[in-house]
């Protein structure tokens, strides 16, 4: 089942540019069933409950409620919404039931460190010879900011920010293959600074500061073997983001607005929350209410708030937004203790300027991580009650 999952995650980020509805539906009734599988094979074993199923599981409730009862600006968007929720939910259950071996956890999360790494080497090189062309192939109807397979920056920074510190924390740890992981994760953030993307190269820089920071000071390995990984880490890093260079990202931070747009998105969000506070407009509907709340004409249609917490909060009123934020808070604990998983964090911090979490395949990859976290917690917990 972790080789099916595995395969399933993959077809779902390689086929994100496709302009049609096919590799969604693909991928969901994919975790579905993986997830019914799972489910069947515990049988009577299930894993206790664990935390991130809450959150989760009441945004799907909620939305049902918001559907059933008509407490919705359109019934068609909350179901979609719904489905993406439910995907989310299903995720995190296979997860649970799949991560429970640490040597399972061990090979997924290498697993994703050798597709992302791929996959950031592939992007990076299509980012500076194929004029906008998906593997050089397709066309994307972008001249540029396309990072292999995912048409955003953002979300390509996002991508790399829930793997980087996997890479970081392996370059740290290992005195063999040492030079490996610095060159993966060197890679990787070249790619984000190739992307061009102003949140994404902050909060991955802010990552490999944390994990070497945590490194050194939870006394894991030794000094040295910290001392020098961070010596190999820094060279390599230099090396790369100088071959892709700094120019394009460096003049979007001196643009003369950097939150233009996304200010007067953010400022519709929150007349939103305000008119609608404790039931919101249904799941999935913002794009249908924001243009009563319009206080600029961008000429273009708004398909997101470019806020996943602000969209949450509008669509599910304040308490999903709080369940939410009791979710990311929950994380912050295991996602430093174990170090390779502050990616989540990163993520979520992401999550304020921009949408990760509305593409259920990108949307995966952290509740991936923090299905990682809850079993680890559970096998903690059942050690020291049995030992």
């Known amino acids: 089942m972790p080789i099916a999952l595995g395969v399933l995650f993959a077809f779902a980020i390689l086929t994100l540019w496709v302009p049609a509805y096919w590799p969604v539906s693909i991928f969901q009734v994919g975790v579905f069933l993986l997830a019914l599988l799972a489910v069947w094979q515990k049988g009577r074993d299930l894993p206790g409950f664990a935390y991130p199923l809450l959150p989760l599981s009441f945004a799907v409730l909620w939305g049902l409620l918001q559907w059933g009862t008509g407490h919705t600006a359109d019934a068609f968007d909350t179901e979609l919404a719904l489905v993406r929720w439910a995907t989310f939910l299903a ?27 791929l996959l950031s080497i592939v992007a990076t090189l299509q980012a500076f010879t194929s004029a906008g ?30 793997v980087l510190p996997i890479a970081v924390y392996e370059a740290l740890r290992r005195q063999q293959n040492a030079v490996l992981y610095s060159a993966m994760a060197a890679t990787m953030y070249a790619s984000v600074i190739a992307s061009s993307s102003r949140a994404g190269t902050l909060l991955a820089t802010a990552e490999i500061v944390v994990v070497v920071v945590l490194m050194w000071g939870s006394r894991r ?23 892709v260079g700094w120019e394009s990202v460096w003049k979007r931070f001196w643009e003369p607005d950097p939150f233009a747009f996304r200010r007067e998105m953010a400022i519709s969000s929150l007349h939103m929350i305000s008119d609608h506070p404790w039931s919101g407009f249904g799941l999935g509907t913002w794009p249908t209410i924001y243009p009563r709340y319009a206080v600029i004409d961008m000429g273009t249609f708004a398909n997101q708030a ?48 921009d949408y990760p979490f509305s593409r259920p395949a990108l949307g995966s990859w952290p509740i991936l991580l923090i299905a990682m976290f809850a079993t680890a917690r559970q096998a903690g917990r059942s050690a020291r009650a049995h030992p």
């Open 91 to 117: 995720v995190l259950l296979t997860g649970i039931c799949v991560f429970e071996a640490p040597r399972v956890r061990q090979a997924f999360r290498w697993g994703m460190l050798w597709f992302a790494f």
């Open 133 to 162: 062309l998906i593997f050089w192939l397709f066309p994307s109807g972008y001249p540029d900011s396309v990072m292999g397979p995912i048409l955003s920056h953002n979300h390509w920074a996002a991508f790399i920010e829930a």
């Open 221 to 243: 390995t030794s000094s040295h073997t910290v001392g020098e990984a961070l010596l190999q880490m820094t060279v390599l890093f230099a090396a790369f983001t100088a071959v």
């Open 306 to 353: 470019h806020s996943d917490w602000l969209e949450w909060t509008a669509e599910g009123g304040i308490p999903l937004g709080l369940i939410m934020l009791s979710l990311f808070f929950w994380c912050l604990r295991p996602a430093f203790l174990s170090i390779w998983g502050v990616g989540v964090i990163a993520v979520f911090l992401h999550a304020s300027v």
